[in-house]
Every structure is written in C-alpha cells, then in structure tokens.
C-alpha cells in the first residue's frame, strides 16, 4: 500500500515538473521590422507593401503585410512565418521616392529579408533605403555602341541613335550609372531634373 501511495505521489510530482518545464519555454513568435532610410536619415510615412515573393512584388498580388513607417521611420508586422522569405516595396507616395532602383537592379539589400525562428527582433529587422527616382529617357548621341551598368554591373547595351527608357533612375545618385564604350565613359552630370510622372529626355554625346 504505501508503495502504491508513493508511486502516486512520483507521479504527481512528474506531471507537475512537466507542466512547470512547458510553462518556461518561450513561446516563437517571430515579428518583422523595417527601418526606412532617406540620405542616412530616418524617413517616416513611408508605405510599405510585404510580398512573399519577388514575383507577387512585380505582379502586385498576394500582399500579406502592408503599413506606413513612424516618426523614426520604422514599422513591426506581427505574425511573421520563421524561414519565410519577404520582398519589401517601398515607397514615400507623391514625392518619387522609393526603393524601386534597387529592384530594378536587383539589389535585394534593400528588398528582401528570411524570417529567422526567434523572438530577437533585431535578428528580423531589413533597413531598406530609399532613393529619389525619375523616369529619363536617354538618347545614345555619341555614334558608338555604350553600355549601361551598375557598379560594374551590365545592365543593357544602347546602339547609336537609340533611346533608353530608364524608369527608376536614381535622379540624386548618377555616380551609380555608368554610360562607356570600350574607350570612354561619358558624363551624365546635366541629368539634374526629372519626376516620376513623365519622362524626361536627356541625350547623351
């Protein structure tokens, strides 16, 4: 009898840690942050839309978060999913300035984002910035075949006489674009004025 009362009492004792132990383990529920930046500073009202593919960002479809940064420039989505990728679109609406350069460059720096499994928001934070755009059309006067890059990057090649129509150029950042054939690299300075509205067209000799 007393060996029956004292495996019962075991028991009780074992449910209990076990209750306790599940009790202390942390519950994962991941949040999503998103720092906006324009020229190094904190960039508030921009509004962000969160896609879980680069596809759905393009076709604009399956959004599954959407919301407008704070004062500082900053915005949490709760119920993020843990390895789940995000693609970011960014933009400051009526002011031409987003994160669209960078998409049409495909630098997913300031994109994308994978959910890490933690509570750690800062393991789960994307600093996204922002740039001025403007859509320039540039007219290829310099009687020679040039290529257009990013940071080394090819991004197409422009025949004589031929227009290219850049859609996202970085208006405030030319030093990102380079227009050269094999011997010279042409100056895009005079591209100062443009919106993202209608195009603008500078020729380029």
Do not use: W
């Amino acid at each position: 009898m007393k060996i029956v009362k004292l495996l019962s009492i075991l028991t009780l004792l074992l449910i209990a840690f076990s209750c306790s132990s599940n009790e202390d383990i942390e519950k994962i529920e991941p949040k999503l942050k998103i720092e906006t930046y324009y020229k190094g500073d904190p960039l508030k009202d921009v509004y962000l839309s969160v896609y879980k593919s680069l596809e759905d960002l393009k076709n604009v479809e399956n959004k599954v978060f959407e919301g407008t940064t704070n004062a500082s420039g900053i915005i949490q989505f709760e119920g993020a999913e843990a390895d789940q990728e995000y693609y970011i679109d960014a933009t400051k609406i009526g002011e031409c300035i987003n994160n669209y350069f960078a998409l049409t460059v495909g630098n997913t720096i300031n994109t994308y984002i994978k959910i890490s499994n933690t509570n750690d928001i800062d393991l789960n934070t994307l600093r996204i910035d922002v740039r001025k755009t403007a859509q320039i059309k540039l007219k290829n006067n310099t009687g020679t075949a040039v290529t257009l890059s990013y940071l080394g990057s090819y991004l197409d090649l422009i025949q004589p006489e031929e227009e290219f129509f850049f859609e996202f150029f970085p208006i405030e950042d030319k030093v990102l674009i380079k227009f050269k054939d094999l011997d010279t690299e042409y100056n895009l300075d005079h591209i100062e004025v443009g919106n993202c509205i209608n195009s603008t067209l500078y020729n380029i000799e």
